[in-house]
């Protein structure tokens, strides 16, 4: 892929922020983030009371001598999260246009980023028809995530992705583990509200992101086309259409994409699950220090 935004500066931008998950977190132990249980980091919590079966290296010897009763100490519990990161990798997401492939892998990989750079762990599930691709297994550390990215690049977009199948079918779905991100256009007839289902279902936290070109937000075509759907099997296909384009016409496609623009999002608060969308002429970083900060995700 010709077009790219990956580079030293991009991520060195990056630094500064953290991904937030606004749930309960039942990762492995090593990471950053805080939960509710009570763990085994240096960090004071609280005290309880001394029950049979408890450490007695954890008993407050200053306290008994107060009170004459056996007190513990508890500290906070860090776990590390996983952030799995689903990403559409269908015709319309960037055959024809590359700046948008470009603008979704970069995405992507700035997800994955603030994810090992925090200490925890990432993958991309690249969603292709019906089923998911994880051609670099689970990333940890910075190292193997370069090596990763570079081959993220040479993404291909092709052919149609049906996103709950591919979702559903993945091996490495994970139950309370982390944030689970799905980029795409949700330009397509298939389902996708059945993904959303499981993945709540699997107790993570979701964060959709719709990415459109400013040519799919406001199409400023007008006169005769011959309209080709990038995602058609052939020329013949009933998806492809000549017709004469009105304002009228331009209008009724606005409203469209409002509307689904809205049912996706009311279908997300339904579900507490987060949702932007974003166009490629917007830079990345606006999107991650504006709209998804505003969301909670980041911090």
């Not at 007190?71 to 996983?82: C, S, W």
């Not at 091996?171 to 991100?181: E, M």
Request: proline share 1%; charged share 25%.
């Amino acid at each position: 892929m010709a077009a790219s935004y990956l580079n030293d500066q991009f991520f060195g931008r990056l630094e500064t922020l953290a991904l937030n998950l606004k749930t309960d977190l039942a990762g492995f132990f090593g990471g950053k983030h805080l939960v509710r249980t009570y763990g085994q980091t240096v960090e004071f919590a609280d005290y309880r009371e001394y029950m049979l079966g408890d450490d007695i290296r954890r008993i407050d010897w200053n306290l008994y001598s107060r009170f004459e009763k056996f007190f513990i100490k508890l500290f906070t519990d860090e776990r590390q999260m996983h952030t799995r990161i689903f990403l559409d990798c269908s015709a319309s997401m960037g055959k024809t246009d590359e700046k948008k492939g470009a603008y979704a892998i970069a995405v992507a990989a700035a997800l994955g980023f603030l994810s090992v750079h925090n200490m925890d762990k990432t993958s991309f599930q690249l969603m292709k028809g019906g089923v998911c691709e994880n051609p670099f297994g689970t990333i940890v550390g910075k190292q193997s995530f370069f090596r990763a990215i570079s081959s993220l690049e040479e993404l291909e977009f092709d052919g149609e992705t049906e996103i709950s199948q591919a979702v559903t079918s993945c091996v490495d779905d994970g139950t309370k583990d982390g944030l689970t991100v799905i980029i795409s256009d949700f330009l397509t007839d298939k389902d996708w509200k059945g993904a959303i289902d499981y993945l709540c279902y699997k107790k993570r936290q979701i964060l959709l992101i719709q990415v459109l070109t400013p040519e799919e937000v406001e199409p400023v075509y007008s006169g005769r086309y011959h309209l080709i759907d990038s995602e058609a099997s052939d020329s013949l296909d009933d998806k492809n259409m000549k017709l004469r384009i009105t304002r009228s016409m331009q209008v009724a496609y606005e409203d469209a994409l409002a509307d689904l623009i809205s049912d996706i999002s009311s279908f997300c608060v339904s579900r507490e699950a987060a949702f932007i969308t974003v166009k490629t002429d917007n830079p990345i970083e606006n999107m991650l220090f504006g709209e998804l900060l505003k969301k909670g995700i980041m911090s």
